[in-house]
Every structure is written in C-alpha cells, then in structure tokens.
C-alpha cells in the first residue's frame, strides 16, 4: 500500500501546531482600568437616542418652565437662560474628549476582535490545505488502484 506523501501534514501534526484561539472580547474587558470601563459606559449611554431625548426633554422643560411658568415660581428667569446656556456648553466641552477617549477604547477592542478572525482565518486555510492535499493524494490512490484492476481484468 502506498503511504502518504511526506508533505502532507498529519491531523496530529495539525492539532500540534494550532495556536490556541484567544476570546478577543473577554481580553478587552480585563485589560480595562476603571477608569476605562467608566470611559466606555459613559461612550455607550451617551451616544443612544435615549440619552439625546432625556437632555432634549429636560432642555425644553428649563425653557418653558422659565419662560411660561408664573414669574414666582421661576427659578431662571431670562438672564439666566446665559447660564444654561453655559452649563450645556461645559457638558459639551467636558463630554467630546470623554467620548473620543470612549471611541479610541472601542478602536482598539475592534482591533482585536479583527487580530483574532485573522488568526482564525489562518488556521482554517492551513487546514483547509490539508484536507485538500489528502484529497488529492486519496485521487492517487484512487487512480493507482484503477489502473491495477484495470490492468487484473486485461490479463
């Protein structure tokens, strides 16, 4: 019986070489300091509509209140609409470098999680190569024994 060509790799030699796959995401999460995660929290809850809708409610309600509610009772009349107008300015000034720093985390987490398909990538094509390298040396085989039967049946 013929034997495998040496080139081809065994399922032994294989599982030998394999690199273990990492969990790109769990990697991410322990590598985050605290001030990381509340970094990336913050990117998440901010940047949804539900965050938008609550200071777009709350803004309208500051208004309002301010400008229709019974002048006794309001708490910011018309000079004050320069300090809510401050105050929403402060949130932006303090909010754009939190949430770019929130976005360079995801950036990187991203990264990863693409290292890790790579990885992944690679390892399918080497065993994808085996395989068909078994294949073909199997089609050998196959026609090597072909022409032996064939060669039994003219005699």
């Known amino acids: ?79 004050g609409f320069v300090l809510w107008l401050f105050i929403s300015n402060m949130i932006q000034i303090f909010l754009m470098p939190l949430l770019m720093i929130g976005q360079n985390l995801q950036s990187s987490h991203s990264e990863a999680r693409a290292e890790a398909t790579y990885d992944v990538n690679i390892q399918a094509e080497e065993e994808i190569s085996i395989v068909l390298q078994h294949l073909e040396n199997q089609n050998i085989l196959i026609e090597e024994l072909l022409k032996r039967i064939d060669n039994l049946e003219k005699k």
């Open 1 to 79: 019986m013929k034997t495998l060509p040496h080139q081809v790799k065994s399922l032994k030699d294989l599982q030998k070489s394999r690199k273990k796959i990492k969990n790109a995401n769990k990697l991410h999460k322990e590598n985050l300091s605290t001030l990381d995660k509340v970094a990336v929290f913050i990117t998440d809850k901010v940047g949804t509509m539900g965050f938008f809708l609550i200071i777009f409610t709350w803004t309208i309600i500051w208004l309002g209140w301010n400008t229709f509610g019974p002048a006794s009772s309001r708490f910011d009349p018309y000079p």
